[in-house]
């Protein structure tokens, strides 16, 4: 079957950094993405990776190295509005998305 | 762009009775659209993908004669819990992909909160 695995939960302290990662087992990769969901609130997009490197977007990076095995998202200069839980999803070979379960992100003062 | 309604944002009814949920690609055109369904702090559960012009494709366990969906357009596509329960509570959540961007992203609706009392 297909797998994805990312932390169920994560705490980390205001201003500071925070790495996300993800990982999968799909049947082929056509990309990956990742969403925000704030609680009671549908997912809104965050970045997609197909090719190896980083997207940045202001505080949040997402990169990607198929080669070595690294995907995650970062998040920098925590504020208490990023307390959300992070969805990974793989775009499979069929091109449907597979969803992981999410990390819940709790932000600290 | 790019922006995805559903109606009703929220809903209450009672045992046995049927909703209808609309899900809308405002500002662009989907042949496919999914509708999702996520407990309390549960992840997302895909229920159905659903094509403009034909049937539903169901995921496994999800009953298709209790969950009717139907994509009677570009823009459209309608989720019907039948004889809900108060089981079938739950936040439900559709999305769509614009058929004139070459990208697999999903553009996510704001959710339905269905309370079956």
């Known amino acids: 079957g297909q797998n994805i695995d990312q932390p169920t939960e994560m705490t980390a302290t205001e201003g500071a950094i925070v790495q996300i990662n993800c990982t999968y087992q799909t049947s082929g990769f056509n990309g990956l993405f990742w969403y925000q969901q704030h609680a009671g609130e549908a997912p809104t997009f965050l970045s997609y990776?197909?090719l190896d490197g980083l997207e940045e977007k202001g505080r949040f990076s997402s990169f990607l190295s198929r080669s070595k095995g690294y995907r995650y998202l970062l998040l920098k200069e925590l504020q208490m509005k990023d307390s959300a839980s992070y969805l990974c999803a793989v775009v499979d070979s069929n091109y449907q998305l597979i969803w992981g379960a999410g990390t819940k992100l709790i932000i600290k003062p | 762009g790019a922006v995805v309604s559903q109606h009703p944002s929220w809903v209450i009814c009672k045992s046995g009775t049927s909703v209808k949920i609309e899900c809308r690609s405002l500002?662009?055109?989907?042949?496919?659209m999914f509708w999702y369904r996520q407990f309390p702090k549960q992840s997302l559960m895909l229920m159905a993908t659903?094509?403009?012009?034909?049937?539903?494709?169901?995921e496994q366990g999800v009953e298709k004669d209790k969950f009717l969906i139907n994509h009677a357009s570009l823009t459209l596509s309608t989720l019907t819990v039948t004889s809900a329960h108060p089981e079938d509570s739950s936040f439900y959540i559709c999305?769509?992909?614009?058929?004139?961007?070459?990208?697999?992203?999903?553009?996510f609706g704001p959710g339905t909160r269905l309370t079956v009392t």
């Open positions: 990776n197909v």
């Open positions: 999305s769509a992909r614009d058929l004139s961007r070459s990208s697999y992203e999903q553009y």
């Open positions: 659903s094509n403009e012009g034909s049937k539903a494709t169901y």
């Open positions: 500002d662009f055109q989907a042949t496919t």
